[in-house]
């Protein structure tokens, strides 16, 4: 068998995330640090090709299988994994925490290297039981915020699973090369909304900031990492040509995404929001679909991974230092924080899109595309919402470390682990953004990028800088006295309440009413037979001890009330065949 294929990369760090709970904590993370970034230079060695094909309940699969796309996301999942491993390790995290964490990396490599769609959506739907563990695990506000997560992922999960069905009786096959992507109609378009949900899609988005900042601070990064770019990867297999109706909504993530983070006062909250508009360039990207649209979507994922972790890890040590995530409660840290500070300018500046920093590549990338295909709108929203991303990260660092405040913080620097994870992520930030050759190299698409350092492309970065320092300027009053902006959520989450209940109690009260027809109607029916007969008194006695076994309540009662209600809808279905 060929070593490559012999034991696939997330079998590996799944394997590590079982033993994890039972080891030293010392060596459960150090193993956890070996196995993701084992499977990161895995990936990047793995010649294109490589595949492990088996029998997976009964159809043909393929649960390895190595080319650009799953090569990209290999690499990056595996190399921030074991900054985030060692992160983790610093900040007080848990074995238990860490395993968690793990099973969510091996589980997403597991979907990101399948071959087949059914592969895909196993591992799919694992990632979803690991993420919504990781959350849970933290308790208090978590716990809520966990159960809302499940419930929406569950429900896109359901919805790609119908989507991979339906494709299936069109193609006979789940296989990836039996088809170039999802067929078109009800299997796309259920595709894309059980997608939507991993990417953020507007109105299926509320999950973000709702669970992101609740668990502990190390977990947050991970979360930050693999659902929504798992789920940008997915859509890109869906759709491989693009679909413009996705370009729009990646647009309008962007700019939905960064309007609502301008108005958040916590850290985490804002950083979750910016997912969101982050994940909508590289949705857009998807969906314009042009080699050039393609290549930046997933160098926009490569990036991001990169400094959207990094801004999580420095509002962790913000958080654990300080004791508070609310921005308006901070000031002047850069002096007792200077590494946290300096860590968190370059991860603002790359992905605000500052030339000379990662995020000005790809973002570069996908507006040319955009322009290109004289899709004016997402090109000017593209535009807008990087300088409402100048605008969120001038904010947060200046409330956070720069402004003047009347007030001492006694805080000790971050630990040397969480600075070694922090420094190894801001010193890729800026190698991507100062050689991006290195990153065009494993890129899909064409890797003809010379516009990259273009002086008409530098000055528009320089300008978008210079609009959101302006911005920032303007607004900074007017939006620190705005206290709440309602999201869809405070429209959702009472309608799934009441609605669940209202559901809950109304089955409750029709299987009681059933109980007591059946337990109180048979006896009645029994009572009202004549005495003399010797027959009837028997039925009598019996009626009696009915009562006394199946009185409402009971047992006996509750089963013989659920084979009525069996026997009326197997009724219906019957008697509407044969209608």
């Not at 919504?132 to 919805?159: C, M, N, P, Q």
């Not at 030339?355 to 090109?379: D, M, R």
Request: charged content about 10%; proline content about 4%.
């Amino acid at each position: 068998m060929d070593p490559m294929t012999s034991v696939p990369p997330a079998f590996v760090v799944l394997a590590v995330a079982i033993a994890l709970p039972f080891l030293p904590r010392r060596l459960g993370h150090a193993l956890g640090v070996l196995a993701t970034g084992g499977a990161s230079i895995w990936a990047y060695l793995a010649p294109a090709g490589v595949h492990l094909p088996i029998r997976f309940l009964g159809f043909d699969a393929v649960l390895l299988q190595v080319d650009t796309l799953s090569r990209l996301m290999g690499i990056i999942f595996g190399l921030i994994a074991a900054a985030a491993v060692l992160y983790s390790y610093s900040s007080e995290a848990s074995n238990r925490q860490t395993a968690f964490a793990l099973g969510y990396v091996g589980t997403s490599l597991g979907a990101v290297f399948a071959g087949d769609w059914l592969t895909m959506v196993f591992f799919w739907e694992l990632m979803a039981v690991t993420s919504t563990l990781l959350v849970w695990d933290y308790g208090g506000e978590a716990i809520r915020a966990g159960y809302r997560y499940a419930f929406y992922h569950g429900l896109g999960g359901s919805l790609l699973m119908a989507a991979v069905v339906c494709h299936y009786t069109a193609v006979d096959s789940f296989l990836f090369s039996a088809s170039s992507g999802l067929v078109a109609g009800i299997p796309t378009a259920l595709a894309a909304v059980g997608i939507g949900v991993n990417v953020g899609f507007v109105g299926l988005h509320a999950w973000l900031p709702d669970t992101y900042p609740r668990p502990q601070i190390a977990a947050s990064v991970f979360l930050s990492v693999y659902t929504t770019k798992t789920g940008v990867y997915g859509l890109a297999r869906a759709f491989p040509d693009g679909h413009i109706a996705i370009a729009y909504m990646g647009a309008a993530m962007a700019m939905i995404g960064v309007i609502y983070a301008l108005f958040q006062h916590d850290m985490r909250r804002l950083l979750a929001y910016h997912i969101q508009s982050q994940v909508g360039y590289m949705v857009a990207g998807v969906g314009i679909g042009t080699a050039m649209a393609t290549a930046g979507a997933f160098a926009h994922v490569f990036n991001h991974i990169l400094y959207k972790a990094l801004l999580f890890m420095t509002a962790g040590v913000v958080i654990a230092r300080t004791g508070t995530e609310r921005l308006d409660d901070l000031g002047g840290l850069a002096k007792h924080l200077p590494f946290t500070a300096l860590a968190f300018t370059i991860a603002a500046l790359s992905i605000s899109g500052f030339p000379g920093f990662n995020g000005f590549v790809s973002k570069g990338l996908l507006t040319v595309a955009a322009h290109e295909e004289h899709l004016t709108a997402i090109y000017y929203l593209l535009m807008a919402a990087g300088v409402g991303t100048f605008m969120s990260f001038i904010k947060f660092g200046y409330y956070a470390f720069f402004r003047d405040l009347d007030r001492e913080w006694d805080v000790d620097w971050s630990n040397w682990g969480q600075r070694v994870a922090m420094l190894g992520v801001s010193v890729l930030l800026v190698l991507f953004g100062l050689f991006p050759q290195t990153l065009f190299a494993v890129l899909p698409g064409s890797t003809a990028h010379a516009h990259t350092f273009a002086p008409s492309h530098i000055l528009e970065g320089l300008i978008l800088a210079a609009l959101g320092l302006l911005g920032f300027a303007v607004v900074k009053k007017p939006l620190s006295r705005i206290a709440h902006v309602p999201d869809v959520d405070a429209i959702i989450n009472p309608v799934m309440f009441y609605g669940t209940r209202a559901l809950v109690r109304g089955l409750t009260e029709l299987y009681a009413a059933v109980d007591r027809v059946v337990a109180g109607g048979s006896y009645a029916i029994a009572r009202r037979l004549s005495y003399p007969y010797p027959v009837l008194n028997w039925v009598r006695v019996r009626a009696t001890s009915v009562e006394r076994e199946f009185r409402p309540g009971s047992l006996r009662a509750t089963i013989a009330a659920s084979i009525a209600l069996m026997v009326v809808v197997l009724s219906g279905v019957l008697l509407g065949l044969l209608l």
